[in-house]
């Protein structure tokens, strides 16, 4: 066990396994940035052992989930196979994946074979032109919800669902969303637009804060808070009185949550990050590529967090903090 500056313990590990993408979201990958952009080089990233070992020696220090993001994730050749690695780790309670479904319908059974729990999917929109719009990709709204259904099926639920609501650009999908999927088991999770680099223009107009929609969505059916079920759970959740399910918020820019953030960050290139705002990694794959041991290896990662001061977004308020920093492709969301 290993805990920070702040006390806060290392429980969670995401994962980038590429830094690219099928898709450009505008608050991620904006096309007329990431269409020209200089991705990694394959001898760049990390391999899936390289990758294993890493999140051996982690477990050694108290992460207990892993979380496979990007990029997109289901963009790396045969990511069952990583899943497989991973899910043979028997200290791990936890492996899921974030995706924007696109490839999901057709890699969920083998995913779920490998071992994978969950999924989480990313959709902004029910609407067609919405989504296409927010994706800035010709894909139809159907692919992502069959995916959904088919990870379902296979055991991989239940999924939860990612929207991030932009202001006068997918507000107008958040009751539609919580139509269709109350009542199937799965949570639409409503994600306040953050700043997390340098190119997606942000800004704090364009940011719904979730007591807004919280608002809109009590209008329209009744809600009750439900406790946190562990310690640095992101998002708030609420249940719906009739029995409908959940929906949960994910209000990082109106109220952070750092005080219990206890994930650390690992680039598709090896480098470690303790903030998802960060602009320096630990550069752990120079050491793996050095015959490093596994004590110096775990120890690096002792230090990078038992070091870590991190609390972005108390300290943002409604402006963007100066520093360059790591794009969300990059580092994994
Ligand atoms: N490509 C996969 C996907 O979209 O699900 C995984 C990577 S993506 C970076 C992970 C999550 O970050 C997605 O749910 C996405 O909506 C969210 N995200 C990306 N940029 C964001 C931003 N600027 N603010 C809030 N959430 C963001
Ligand atoms: Fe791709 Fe996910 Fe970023 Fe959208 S949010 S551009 S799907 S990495
Ligand atoms: Fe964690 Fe950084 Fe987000 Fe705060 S801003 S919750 S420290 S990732």
Request: proline content about 4%; charged content about 30%; some cysteine.
């Amino acid at each position: 066990m290993v805990t920070d500056t702040r006390s806060r313990p290392l429980r969670d590990l995401r994962i980038s396994v590429t830094d690219r993408c099928s898709f450009r979201c505008g608050y991620c990958m904006p096309r007329e940035i990431y269409d020209g952009h200089t991705y990694l080089e394959r001898a760049e990233i990390l391999s899936y052992g390289e990758i294993r070992r890493i999140t051996r020696l982690a477990t050694d220090l108290g992460v207990r989930k892993v979380r496979l993001t990007g990029g997109e994730p289901l963009l790396r050749s045969k990511a069952y196979r990583l899943v497989r690695m991973l899910s043979s780790l028997t200290e791990l309670e936890d492996l899921a994946m974030t995706t924007n479904g696109l490839l999901l319908a057709r890699e969920a059974e083998r995913l779920k074979e490998a071992g994978l729990d969950r999924v989480t999917v990313s959709l902004d929109a029910l609407d067609d032109s919405v989504f296409r719009e927010m994706i800035d990709t010709d894909v139809p709204v159907a692919t992502v919800l069959e995916a959904i259904d088919v990870a379902s099926d296979v055991g991989l639920d239940p999924v939860k669902i990612n929207t991030v609501v932009r202001r006068n650009r997918n507000e107008d999908q958040v009751l539609p969303l919580l139509e269709h999927f109350r009542g199937t088991g799965h949570t639409v999770r409503f994600i306040e637009f953050m700043d997390v680099g340098t190119t997606n223009s942000w800004n704090l107009d364009e940011v719904v804060p979730s007591v807004e929609l919280l608002k809109i969505i009590s209008e329209r059916w009744k809600l009750e808070p439900i406790d946190p079920t562990y310690r640095g759970e992101v998002a708030q959740r609420y249940r719906f009185s009739d029995g409908g399910g959940e929906v949960g918020f994910i209000s990082s820019v109106s109220e952070p949550f750092c005080g219990d953030c206890t994930r650390l960050r690992l680039s598709a290139e090896g480098k470690l990050y303790t903030c998802l705002f960060a602009s320096k990694g630990t550069d752990l794959k120079v050491m793996l590529r050095s015959d490093a041991s596994d004590d110096e290896i775990r120890d690096a990662i002792y230090r990078t967090w038992s070091d870590r001061t991190d609390r972005y977004s108390e300290l943002r308020g409604g402006t963007p903090l100066g520093f360059p920093k790591v794009e969300m492709s990059y580092i994994g969301g």
